[in-house]
């Protein structure tokens, strides 16, 4: 999804630059062409009228106009009249702020289970203790913690690693999801739209930014110092409601492909070696 979303930003910025650039060069192309008639025609009403010079008499096709220069310049037009954006397309200037949150997630991700990793082995002893229903049992379970108590330590380092990524992932996400639920409103879009216009600006240009305090996505512009806002938390026209109880989060991860191929869902065993798996 993140490759075809990616794909689709560059495309859409690519196509922006050609229309404007295929536009530009076709118009000026067939205007050079033209200048080198005027300059022709010109050079020979004077020679004529004075019978002072002559050229080779091959001089005019220098001027002519190419049938594949004004069928470039006619789909140019046609091109830059249909889909040219002069202001800039919001839309596709929160995708890619959505796509840079979502690889940053995405880092952050790989981080955090990176260290679930290096420290799950609290969870094989959490799962000893837990099914340790007898004094023999009890004894085995400590017998197997005395023989590796220093593996089954966990670092403080670990610990803040841990803390900082779960940290960055809800930050990352928040912001991704942001952005995309105002580039998947087709009111929101065409109100920050307006707002650059207004300001005689380009979406390029803008600052767009998510507030998780004030609850909205904000647009500022290099040419005034106002600000457009886009409500999340459904205080406005836009329709958008976003945020969530925490029971909703919790509910939403339970059902993830994350959770449920991750250690906590399979168990210990399950998800180190492939053992004692349970089906759930």
């Known amino acids: 999804m993140k490759k075809t979303l990616l794909s689709l930003l560059v495309l859409s910025s690519v196509a922006q630059s050609n229309e ?63 889909n040219y954006q002069p202001y800039g397309d919001v839309k596709a200037v929160l995708k890619a702020q959505a796509m840079e949150e979502l690889v940053l997630m995405d880092e952050a991700v790989g981080t955090f289970t990176e260290v679930v990793v290096d420290m799950i082995s609290v969870q094989e002893v959490a799962e000893k203790v837990q099914e340790a229903n007898t004094p023999e049992q009890e004894a085995e379970v400590q017998s197997f913690v005395a023989e590796t108590v220093e593996v089954l330590k966990i670092e403080q380092e670990d610990v803040d690693t841990y803390n900082q990524s779960v940290d960055d992932i809800e930050t990352h996400a928040n912001n991704a999801s942001a952005y995309l639920a105002v580039a998947n409103s087709e009111e929101a879009v065409l109100f920050l739209e307006q707002g650059i216009e207004n300001a005689n600006t380009t979406a390029e240009q803008t600052n767009i930014f998510y507030d998780a305090n004030a609850q909205w996505v904000s647009m500022g512009y290099n040419t005034t110092r106002n600000l457009t806002i886009v409500a999340l938390s459904g205080n406005a026209d836009m329709g958008l409601d976003l945020y969530v109880t925490e029971t909703d989060v919790l509910a939403a991860g339970s059902e993830s492909e994350f959770f449920r191929t991750g250690p906590t869902h399979l168990g210990y065993s399950c998800f180190m070696y492939n053992t004692e798996c349970v089906e759930l």
Do not use: P
């Open 20 to 82: 404007y650039d295929s536009l530009l060069e076709s118009s000026t192309a067939i205007v050079d062409q033209i200048n080198t008639g005027i300059l022709l025609v010109g050079a020979g009403i004077e020679y004529a009228h004075q019978g002072d010079a002559l050229s080779d008499g091959t001089l005019s096709s220098k001027a002519h106009i190419q049938e594949a220069q004004v069928q470039a310049y006619n789909k140019a037009l046609t091109d830059f009249a249909t």
